[in-house]
């Protein structure tokens, strides 16, 4: 085999002076070409660009016949060339004309060559087109001079980014690198949002491709993975990894990786070939991608992630900070694509210019997805590889109803969306108009509707939305978003805050319900079979007394003067009730000896979202000042559905006789006995469910905000007497637990309830 003049790294000099020349698009491509085929001993090398409508098209050719070019074109998938970009594999051949996948185009003329070499033209993970070389003999092509084409389509490929070559390709298509995307995903957060991509954490930028001294960029390659492999040992090491959202199974999965032979071997190999280390790395990682966007398997699509996250410490290393593309300039209309991303990094960006939010994970009950929604910000998770399918500056779309993102929509489907948020703007203006209309059915039944919060920013939506105060304050979020346990000085400030904000609105607070879901990251996590079911809310609380009390406490000073509402939640008997409520007492009295100010009134409240309650309503009502039912731990304890296992958690109706029929017996029974029952669960937001509740004898509901407006659309055009005969009609008769949801829905068409 005749080895290549000068070799891959006087080809490499040889393009970047050709990239440097000031000449158009077609005439650097055919340069490039005829560069490629000369040092590579090859009569053909041919330029395939991957076109905005999934096509292949010939952009430029050495060799194969010159008529063809712009003219022959191929789908993904049809022939070699179209073999290559659907799996983004090299493929090396010496007799192509005997592969199945051979398919054979007239106008090139490339029927008397038989060696053939293709590489995909990747750019973070996405494939550009296809570079290819052939042969007439029947030659076999070594790895030496297929890694050296992968290397040289590396250079092309930043051609095709640059956008040079867009002005070659037709204008109804454009090339793939402006593709549309849609993408499915989970919704988060509800809302419609349009703007322009930024990555959460953004990319290296690589300025230098081809090296000046190849010895010199091995040794910067050595060093810098010998200082990756030093910096998570001592990651290891320290411990606290949960602090950085890092498990110690991903990190020992780094350090697997950062001493894996394979992986240190190829990147040395591009650096042979010509190209800085930090192009090297980029050039493997881009493989790496390639095959992650292609990998269904979840376990081994996680392990190239954690390659594709250790790539990118390495690039850190090798570029500096300096490269990484600014963060400060955030765009107006910004819409956030990230793998991951903790609650507090989101509450670090300027709200006013975000759009929505694109995550690669995060599912519906992850911390950023609750900070989502309080922020009112569009978004949606579990879409597969948005960081990679996504530059910069693109065009994107979030439809967080819907869970659908749309990556440089084409104009056809932008309008469609616009007028969604259009319409659903002007929907939120109606709500809006009813703020200030008193919350009353039409046969005059006063109903109260209160807001579930958590953090300082729902605190206005009280004022926008004109909801009567906070009936649920989730107190655990203020521990979940933070890196460290808040201090009770923290937590006094929290909700000295929220009174503020509140001004003459009451505010129930809920003690810490942690455990189950809701994990805090410095906390020990203790291994449990059954979290749902095990050491979570009241029962971490009184077992570690000294973390209930330092929050009742906070919560008795930032109310001093006022009126403080207080639940507990998870309670299962009365006597964890009491043994609560002596807590408060002592921390009451140990104030008061102490000359502080105490509540104006304090009122003490059981969370019912245990089942066991059911049958003690009589003895807690007695006890308590008020209950408030958390719908969404009973349902998921009435029926035995993990809430979080999506396989199950929508199974059973709560429109069903026998939710409903343990909400009538509260309803009922507190009210016999004078003690004041809200629920303050999802369905209490959902207007079907929250007219069904008013059937049942609710007159006190809490919710999220942005379903007060809904929620009272609906009860404006309510008669709850009709409803209520209706459902006691029909809960008597009802069949063997079978939904009473169409029947409530018919009820509400017809007499023109919006539900
Ligand atoms: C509930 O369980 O319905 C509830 C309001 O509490 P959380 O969703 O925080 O568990
Ligand atoms: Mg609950």
Excluded at 573 to 584: K, L, Y
Aim: proline share 5%.
């Amino acid at each position: 085999m005749p080895s290549a003049p000068g070799g891959p790294r006087l080809l490499l000099r040889r393009l970047r002076e050709i990239m440097a020349e000031p000449v158009g698009a077609q005439d650097r491509l055919d340069k490039i070409v005829r560069q490629i085929a000369a040092n590579m001993v090859a009569e053909v090398c041919s330029v395939y660009v991957m076109r905005g409508d999934g096509v292949l098209e010939l952009f430029a050719t050495e060799g194969l016949n010159r008529e063809a070019v712009h003219l022959t074109v191929m789908r993904s998938g049809e022939g070699l060339v179209g073999l290559i970009a659907s799996t983004a594999e090299p493929l090396a051949l010496s007799d192509a004309q005997s592969h199945p996948s051979f398919s054979y185009k007239p106008e090139t003329g490339e029927e008397i060559y038989h060696a053939f070499l293709g590489v995909p033209l990747l750019r973070a993970g996405n494939t550009l087109g296809v570079l290819v070389v052939q042969n007439r003999t029947y030659r076999v092509y070594t790895e030496e001079e297929v890694e050296a084409l992968q290397t040289t389509a590396m250079v092309v490929s930043e051609m095709l980014a640059a956008g040079e070559l867009q002005a070659l390709a037709p204008v109804e298509t454009g090339i793939a690198l402006r593709r549309p995307v849609y993408q499915k995903g989970t919704a988060l957060a509800d809302g419609v949002g349009l703007g322009y991509v930024v990555l959460h954490e953004p990319r290296v930028v690589i300025k230098n491709l081809i090296a000046e001294n190849v010895e010199a960029e091995l040794q910067r390659l050595d060093k810098a993975i010998g200082e990756v492999r030093v910096s998570i040992d001592e990651l290891i090491e320290r411990g606290d990894v949960a602090h950085h959202g890092e498990h110690r199974e991903v990190l020992e999965t780094f350090r697997m990786f950062a001493h894996d032979q394979g992986w240190l071997r190829r990147m040395r190999e591009a650096v042979a070939s010509g190209l800085t280390a930090e192009a090297a790395v980029e050039r493997v990682q881009s493989d790496n991608r390639a095959r992650m966007l292609r990998q269904t398997d979840p376990y081994l699509r996680e392990r190239l992630h954690d390659l594709d996250d250790l790539a990118n410490r390495l690039l850190f290393r090798l570029v500096g900070r300096d490269m990484v593309a600014e963060r400060s300039s955030l765009p107006d209309n910004a819409i956030i694509v990230a793998r991951s991303m903790g609650p507090a990094a989101l509450l670090d960006y300027d709200r006013s210019r975000l759009r929505g939010l694109v995550l690669e994970e995060g599912g519906p009950t992850s911390h950023i997805a609750i900070v989502a929604r309080a922020l009112g910000i569009p978004a949606v998770g579990e879409v597969s590889n948005a960081t990679s399918l996504t530059e910069p500056g693109d065009a994107i779309i979030v439809d967080g109803a819907a869970g659908e993102v749309q990556i440089r929509p084409n104009a056809d489907v932008e309008a469609a969306y616009a007028e969604k948020a259009r319409l659903r703007a002007k929907r939120q203006e109606q709500y809006q108009k009813l703020r200030n209309v008193p919350s009353v059915t039409k046969d005059g039944v006063e109903i109260t509707l209160q807001l579930n919060a958590g953090l300082l920013v729902d605190l206005p939506h009280l004022s926008e939305t004109g909801a009567a105060g906070v009936g649920l304050f989730r107190t655990e979020l203020q521990f979940m978003i933070a890196e460290r346990m808040p201090s009770a000085s923290d937590q006094q400030a929290l909700y000295s805050a929220v009174f503020a904000e509140a001004g003459d609105r009451p505010v129930t607070f809920r003690t810490l319900d942690i455990g189950g879901d809701k994990i805090l990251p410095y906390m020990q996590a203790v291994e449990e079979e059954n979290p749902a079911l095990g050491w979570r809310a009241i029962r971490i609380g009184l077992d570690r007394p000294g973390l209930l009390r330092a929050q009742v406490r906070a919560l008795l000073k930032a109310a001093a003067g006022r009126p403080l509402k207080i639940m507990f939640p998870m309670v299962a008997t009365c006597d964890e009730f009491e043994r609560a409520r002596t807590i408060v007492e002592r921390e009451k009295s140990y104030l008061s000896h102490h000359g502080h100010a105490l509540p104006s009134d304090l009122k003490l409240g059981v969370m019912l979202e245990v089942p066991s309650l059911l049958f003690q309503l009589k003895e807690i009502c007695e006890r308590a000042d008020f209950i408030s039912i958390g719908s969404n731990d009973l349902m998921q304890f009435l029926f035995a559905i993990d809430r979080e296992n999506r396989r199950v958690a929508d199974r059973f109706d709560p429109l069903s006789a026998p939710m409903l029929r343990a909400l009538k017996l509260v309803a009922e029974q507190a009210q016999a006995l004078g003690c004041q029952v809200t629920l303050c669960g999802e369905i209490g937001g959902r207007p079907l469910e929250a007219m069904t509740l008013l059937g049942l004898g609710f007159r006190s509901l809490s919710m999220s905000p942005a379903s007060i407006g809904p929620v009272k659309a609906m009860l404006l055009a309510l008669d709850v007497a009709e409803l209520s005969a209706f459902l006691h009609d029909e809960l008597e008769n009802a069949g063997s637990g079978d939904t009473l949801r169409p029947k409530l829905a018919q009820f509400a068409e017809s007499r023109g309830i919006p539900v």
